[in-house]
Nanobody, 128 residues
Framework: QVQLVESGGGLVQPGGSLRLSCVASGDTLDYYAVGWFRQAPGMEREGVSCIGSSGRTTYYGDSVKGRFTISRDNAKNTVYLQMNSLKPEDTANYYC?????????????????????WGQGTQVTVSS
């Protein structure tokens, strides 16, 4: 129903910034909550951030609060993850996922099991 393509990953120095993009096709994102998840080698998939369909509610994992910002541009059918002050611990494959829901986002909602569709991932490497 919804196809998602992530982009914007790459290799950056600690303290640097990246902006990830998630572009949807096949349906409008207006009615979907969107989440960013990440998984590093040997680690479990972690919820990074989620944003409600309205864009008025957001959730951030404790490890990224104050450094990452999620936003959406419905006119472009795109969700962004601005990542600042990057740390080596942020190194992971980052995935975009959506859930067709107008519920307010929360920690309980922003888990991978709740998501309906996933992108292929984009690699972020933070290394000195």
């Amino acid at each position: 129903q919804v196809q998602l393509v992530e982009s914007g990953g790459g290799l950056v120095q600690p303290g640097g910034s990246l902006r990830l993009s998630c572009v949807a096709s096949g349906d409008t994102l207006d009615y979907y909550a969107v989440g960013w998840f990440r998984q590093a080698p040997g680690m479990e998939r972690e919820g990074v951030s989620c944003i409600g369909s309205s864009g008025r509610t957001t959730y951030y994992g404790d490890s990224v609060k104050g450094r990452f910002t999620i936003s959406r541009d419905n006119a472009k059918n795109t969700v962004y993850l601005q990542m600042n002050s990057l740390k080596p611990e942020d190194t992971a494959n980052y995935y975009c996922a959506v859930k067709r829901s107008r519920l307010i986002v929360s920690q309980r909602m922003c888990v991978s099991a709740n998501m309906d569709s996933w992108g292929q991932g984009t690699q972020v490497t933070v290394s000195s």
